[in-house]
């Protein structure tokens, strides 16, 4: 059973720093992109970062400088550093995977998301 780990949210004041980590486990043949979106209170889910197995990354256009997002394959975790921080960005980050299945047959790509993590961003 595939699942994800994410750890790093908390309480932060404005202008302060915090690191996200998203671990995948489970039996996965390959890991392909990965990537973190965040839904604040009454808005929608929205894309904060993907990153490619190769490590090409796509950000949203009104977090590119603040946020970086990065990998490492060996321990299948990808990572968001955010710094910077305003009281706009406090909502849950949601980390999610794509991945392949070690079956032969099974050509298909897979995702999956995690439960969340809470950012809050408050003096």
């Known amino acids: 059973q595939v699942h994800v780990v994410e750890s790093g949210g908390g309480l932060v004041q404005p202008g302060g720093s915090l690191r996200l980590s998203c671990t995948a486990f489970?039996?996965?043949?390959?890991?392909?992109?990965m990537g973190w979106h965040r839904q604040a209170p009454g808005k929608e889910r929205e894309l904060v970062a993907e990153?490619?197995?190769?490590?090409?990354?796509n950000y949203a256009d009104s977090l590119k400088g603040r946020f970086t997002i990065s990998r490492d394959n060996a321990k299948n975790t990808v990572y968001l550093e955010m710094s910077s921080l305003k009281p706009e960005d406090t909502a849950v980050y949601y980390c999610?995977?794509?991945?392949?299945?070690?079956?032969?047959?099974?050509?298909?790509?897979?995702?999956?998301w995690g439960q969340g993590t809470q950012v809050t961003v408050s003096s």
């Open positions: 990153i490619t197995k190769s490590g090409v990354t």
């Open positions: 999610q995977i794509y991945y392949l299945l070690p079956d032969p047959g099974d050509y298909r790509e897979y995702n999956y």
């Open positions: 489970g039996n996965i043949f390959s890991l392909n992109a």
